[in-house]
């Protein structure tokens, strides 16, 4: 009895101290981003804090992979090999084109890309968080802001997006 009560408490404690440092790192994500603001906004006086999202996980996809980034452009290469084609040799470039040439390569790619995005691993690159806020722009007038704050896994701010 005195184990499960004390295996309880262990898992307890260590549930209340995951959520203490999310707590605390959305904490140190929302002072980040009011430090950014005042040292990039018109006027930062005028600095209205309205709601802060929540923070959320990022991670980088398999539109990143530098395989799957060559395959596109091989694709891309296509729509040129045809157009070169037809320049060339018009009677050559029809043959390719009936016998389905260039759509067969095309999805011969394709179907490289897709398991390449079937068996890739995501990766944590950092957090994301919205914040709406008022502040005063150029001209002195009071306007209604939302940005999306990209933020490193410290909660420094690393980017922020209109």
Known sequence: ????????????????SCGDKKASLEETAKKNIAIYLNQHLNDSTSYQPASFGTLDSLTDSFYDDPNYKKIDDQISDISSEKISDMEKNYNAYSKKEAAGFYDKKKAA????????????????????????????????????????FVLDSLGNVVKALK
């Open 1 to 16: 009895m005195k184990k499960t009560l004390l295996i309880a408490s262990a898992a307890l404690l260590l549930l209340s």
């Open 109 to 148: 790619l394709e179907a490289e890309q897709d398991i390449i995005a079937k068996n890739y691993k995501e990766k944590f690159i950092g957090y994301r968080m919205e914040h709406k806020y008022r502040a005063k722009n150029g001209f002195g007038a009071l306007m209604q802001n939302e940005t999306v």
